[in-house]
């Protein structure tokens, strides 16, 4: 594959409304990103997506966007995010915006001049049908619950469809106008400095039309709109026109989010001459999902986890270069997810940092693009609700009644909603043991997790095996000018991967070969080395035996080691 300037980067996700807030109002805001961006150096990361931070009514949390050139006075000021992209240039740092695209806000101009004149131009920005008080264009249901359609204010004769929330309207990309405006609106984010975009939900822009009914999967009626999805084709001439009008002109990156594509499709979205830059792995998050609501899902294991990695790279290996996460805004946090309840259960704390280093450190040395989401380098942890109350993801409403509708007691959809909430990855980060983390001086807009008098970046500087220091160990080995090429760029070979809980693989370039290996489990194994280790590069603390064929490793011990 040709070099691309981000294949060497590492890369970090922020949610500016609760990574630092500078002006005590509770929410996080543009001006503490500035202020925390020289941690962001020290910890060496140096691509920053921001998850939106657009004018907003924040129904689906800025997801839902009124206007693609303001910035929410919420979050600061368009002065303050040119001064973020220009002290993030003078560290080495690329910014990138979320590109939310397919839909817009109810509160957007567009939507709110297509429900004043539906047969007008800004009719067609959106998808209006005719509505007889009864039937509905097609039984589709959206992905926060019911149907995909709803009355067009002011208009009941009317409907308009949204995938997501029914303040998010999709936005109608069979009318060039409205995909003109998008790409003007790009080419003006890009020309302030912006590295590019990660692009959400961009799979929705295509619909399987004309709108019709597809076999329910629940008793509603109603079927997954994201299933449906997987029924539409042509996106590709939307992406290859974006690509040609708003993206290659500028050389941007693009980091997107698809999901429901298999595998022998990964080359034309993000091959040497895909769609876009890089796509992010959602397999081990797609693993044990179903249209039934999370009371149904089964849970990851260390062999499920490992499979779903190898699957991916094998898919991607020489054709594409995948950005590689263990959790993001939309899912709980990767160490409260990957590693076993029954083990986390069994393990002393320091037992669960060495896991959450064994952790990081597998995803992060997998070949692609190192993607980091706030708090994951200190190992952040879901939250510990005790009532539905506290929770404020929509999905999570949704999948509580799920829940109780399928006979679930109160007490098993709570812990269910606890498990797979988005609200998990949204607490404050936790900067130090003060009150609310040292996030805010006022009251957070979400309740800090408690743990933070323990788990807290101050507490991590000061301990010099923390999981904080052991992702900056990740981001300097990768970097090393040593082991760049073959950690970077080199070749992935599972290793051993018929051993039970063992997940090992080998990067190789230009004449080295690293091993990474973690024993993904609270028993003892050992592994037959492939060839004598010439100098281990990193462990996790995890007690490992070495001889000249094989290595001893305890439970959740981890190793990064060159051989000869
Ligand atoms: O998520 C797209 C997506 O597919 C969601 O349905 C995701 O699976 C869901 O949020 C999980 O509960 C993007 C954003 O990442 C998400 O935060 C937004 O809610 C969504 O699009 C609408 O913009
Ligand atoms: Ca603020």
């Given at each position: 594959m040709e070099?691309?300037?981000w294949?060497e980067?590492?890369?970090?996700q922020?949610y500016p409304?609760s990574f630092?807030?500078?002006?005590g109002d509770?929410i996080?805001?543009?001006?503490?990103?500035?202020a925390r961006?020289d941690?962001?150096?020290?910890?060496?990361?140096?691509i920053?997506?921001?998850?939106?931070?657009?004018c907003?009514?924040l129904a689906?949390?800025?997801?839902?966007i009124?206007?693609y050139?303001?910035i929410d006075p919420?979050?600061?000021t368009?002065?303050?995010?040119e001064?973020?992209?220009?002290e993030g240039?003078?560290r080495g740092?690329g910014?990138?915006?979320?590109?939310?695209?397919n839909?817009?806000?109810?509160e957007?101009?567009?939507?709110?001049k297509?429900?004043a004149?539906?047969?007008g131009?800004?009719?067609?920005?959106?998808?209006i049908?005719?509505?007889d008080?009864?039937?509905?264009?097609?039984n589709w249901?959206?992905?926060?619950?019911?149907?995909?359609?709803?009355?067009l204010p002011?208009?009941?004769?009317?409907?308009?469809f949204h995938?997501?929330?029914r303040?998010?309207?999709d936005?109608?990309?069979?009318?060039p106008?409205?995909r003109q405006?998008i790409y003007?609106m790009m080419?003006?984010?890009?020309d302030?400095?912006?590295?590019?975009?990660?692009?959400d939900a961009?799979?929705n822009?295509?619909?399987p039309?004309p709108?019709r009914?597809f076999?329910?999967?629940?008793?509603d009626g109603?079927?997954s709109?994201a299933?449906?999805?997987?029924?539409?084709?042509?996106?590709?001439?939307?992406?290859?026109?974006?690509k040609?009008?708003?993206?290659?002109?500028?050389n941007?990156?693009?980091?997107a989010?698809?999901?429901?594509?298999?595998?022998?499709?990964?080359?034309?979205?993000?091959?040497?001459d895909?769609?876009f830059s890089t796509l992010?792995?959602?397999?081990?998050?797609?693993?044990g999902q179903?249209?039934?609501?999370?009371?149904?899902?089964?849970?990851?294991?260390p062999?499920?986890?490992?499979r779903?990695c190898?699957a991916h790279q094998?898919a991607?290996?020489g054709?594409?270069?995948p950005?590689?996460?263990?959790e993001?805004?939309d899912?709980?946090?990767?160490v409260?997810?990957?590693?076993p309840?029954?083990d986390?259960?069994a393990?002393s704390p320091?037992?669960?940092?060495?896991a959450?280093?064994?952790?990081?450190?597998l995803?992060?040395?997998l070949?692609?693009?190192?993607?980091?989401?706030q708090?994951?380098?200190l190992?952040?942890e879901?939250?510990?609700f005790h009532?539905?109350?506290e929770?404020?993801?929509?999905?999570?409403?949704?999948?509580y009644a799920?829940?109780l509708?399928?006979?679930?007691?109160e007490?098993?959809?709570?812990?269910?909603?606890a498990l797979?909430?988005?609200?998990?990855?949204?607490t404050?980060?936790q900067?130090?043991?003060?009150?609310n983390a040292?996030?805010?001086t006022g009251?957070?807009?979400m309740?800090?997790?408690p743990?933070?008098t323990?788990?807290?970046l101050?507490?991590e500087r000061?301990q010099a095996?923390?999981?904080?220091h052991?992702?900056?160990k990740?981001?300097a080995?990768r970097?090393?000018?040593?082991?760049?090429?073959?950690?970077a760029?080199g070749s992935?070979?599972?290793y051993?991967p018929?051993q039970?809980?063992?997940m090992?693989?080998?990067?190789?370039n230009?004449?080295r070969?690293v091993l990474?290996?973690?024993?993904f489990?609270?028993?003892?194994?050992?592994?037959a080395l492939?060839?004598?280790?010439r100098?281990?590069?990193l462990?996790?603390?995890?007690?490992?035996a070495?001889?000249?064929d094989r290595?001893?490793?305890?439970g959740y011990?981890?190793?990064?080691?060159e051989l000869?």
């Open positions: 070099r691309k300037w294949h980067k590492v890369a970090y922020i409304k630092y807030d500078a002006n509770g996080g805001d543009l001006q503490g990103v500035l961006l941690y962001l150096q020290e910890l060496g990361v140096d920053l997506w921001l998850s939106p931070i657009y907003s009514p689906d949390q800025g997801y839902d009124s206007d050139y303001g919420r979050f600061g368009m002065e303050e995010l001064a973020l992209i220009a240039r003078k740092m910014v990138l915006m979320d590109l939310v695209v839909h817009c806000s109810d957007h101009e567009w939507f709110r297509a429900c004149d539906p047969d131009p800004y009719g067609n920005f959106f998808y049908e005719p509505y008080g009864t039937h509905l264009p097609c249901r959206s992905t926060f619950g019911g149907p995909c359609w709803d009355v002011g208009h009941p004769d009317r409907v308009y995938t997501f929330h303040k998010q309207p936005l109608n990309w069979e009318n106008q409205l405006e003007k080419r003006w984010w890009l302030k400095g912006l590295a590019g975009f990660r692009v961009i799979i822009i295509r619909k039309l709108w009914d076999p329910a999967d629940r008793e109603l079927c709109v299933s449906v999805q997987t029924q539409a084709t042509g996106i590709g001439a939307f992406l290859r026109e974006m040609a009008e708003a993206l290659r002109p500028y941007a990156f693009t980091a989010e698809v999901f429901g594509i298999p595998p022998e499709r990964l080359p034309e979205f993000e091959g040497e895909g769609y992010f792995d959602f397999s081990s998050e797609l693993f179903t249209a039934e609501g999370w009371h149904t899902y089964t849970r990851i294991t062999e499920d986890y490992k779903c190898f094998a991607t290996a054709v594409a270069f950005a590689n996460i263990i993001n805004h899912e709980p946090r990767g409260s997810r990957y590693i309840a029954a986390r259960a393990m320091a037992q669960y940092e060495r959450k280093k064994l952790l990081g450190g995803s992060f040395f070949r692609g693009l190192p993607f980091l989401y708090g994951q380098e190992g952040m879901n939250v510990p009532s539905i109350a929770l404020n993801d929509v999905s999570a409403a949704q999948n799920l829940a509708a399928a006979g679930r007691s007490e098993e959809a709570l812990a269910v909603c797979w909430s988005r609200d998990n990855a949204r404050p980060f900067w130090d043991a003060s009150p040292g996030f805010t009251t957070p807009w309740r800090v997790n743990n933070y323990r788990l807290n101050a507490q000061a095996d923390s999981v904080f052991f992702y900056r990740l981001i080995l970097r090393d000018a040593a082991y760049v090429e073959v950690l760029h992935l070979t599972p051993l018929e039970g809980n063992l090992a693989y080998l990067r190789r230009g004449g070969t990474v290996a973690g024993n489990q609270l028993e003892p194994q050992e592994m492939p060839a004598p280790i100098q281990v590069l462990t996790n603390g995890g007690a490992i070495f001889w000249e290595v001893g490793l305890e011990a981890f190793l990064v080691a000869a």
